[in-house]
């Protein structure tokens, strides 16, 4: 079911958004080699409970799955989303997502960056510029009487026009009652195809890009999704509110 949100709604989706902006940067801030990704998440966690808000990942659970124990996903290098923070150090060269998710008022926010860690490869640099970007184009096409795949189109063809692969298995989604809601937005697609945008719709779009090959696989843990070929991938993210002309990023880092 997709919801379509009140001006109450927005007003309690885009005050969850800010604090999701705030610790990004906050946390963005203290990446540096030689902290620990526990460390991060736990600047996080303080950061949004002295909002007067929950983080939202924190035992969140899917699939069975035992709820994730941290308040943000901590991915480095080839993971490419939902990495568990932990006692690893980051190291020079390394480009880590940042995952964070806010529930406020009973609504959710939602969005994510990839940061370098010291001086990273120029394949990597590119990897996040071009990511980046792809999230920005996805962006403009999300406007009132487009449709979902007008957003996924304009991702992948760029992303692809670089050399870069979109991965297939995970997308973007609803967001804002709850922390994945309809419709699915994925990152590849065909352009006049999928669900219609209405205004007042907010959605999280976060394109997921891989140096290598597009195929993924889950770690051991449960959680931690890797690439396939152990290439790096990027991940940016906004929650978005649909409007009739240019749509509002609520989640502006």
Avoid at 111 to 118: E, K
Avoid at 138 to 159: C, L, M, P, T
Avoid at 160 to 184: M, T, Y
């Amino acid at each position: 079911m997709i919801y379509i949100k009140t001006q109450k709604e927005i007003d309690f989706i885009r005050e969850s958004c800010r604090i999701v902006a705030e610790t990004l940067r906050l946390v963005k801030s203290n990446v540096r080699i030689g902290v620990t990704t526990f460390e991060l998440d736990r600047i996080a966690e303080d950061y949004i409970k002295s909002n007067n808000a929950i983080p939202a990942f924190k035992g969140y659970s899917q699939g069975g799955l035992p709820g994730f124990p941290g308040s943000v996903c901590t991915s480095i290098n080839d993971a490419v989303v939902h990495g568990i923070p932990g006692q690893l150090r980051l190291e020079e060269g390394d480009i880590i997502s940042l995952d964070v998710g806010v529930l406020k008022n009973n609504y959710y926010g939602d969005a994510a960056i990839t940061v370098a860690v010291g001086k990273i490869s120029d394949e990597k640099k590119m990897l996040m510029e071009v990511t980046e970007k792809s999230l920005q184009l996805g962006i403009e096409q999300a406007k009132n009487g487009n449709r979902v795949h007008d957003i996924s189109a304009a991702v992948q063809d760029y992303v692809e026009q670089n050399g870069f692969s979109i991965v297939r298995d995970l997308c973007g989604h609803g967001v804002g009652k709850f922390l994945h809601e309809d419709p699915a937005v994925p990152n590849f697609g065909k352009r006049g195809t999928g669900s219609k945008l209405k205004r007042g719709m907010t959605i999280a779009i976060e394109p997921m890009v891989n140096a290598g090959g597009f195929e993924v696989i889950t770690s051991p843990d449960g959680w931690t999704v890797i690439t396939a070929d152990g290439s790096p991938s990027a991940h940016f993210e906004h929650t978005i509110l649909i409007l009739d002309n240019s749509p509002e990023i609520l989640t502006v880092c």
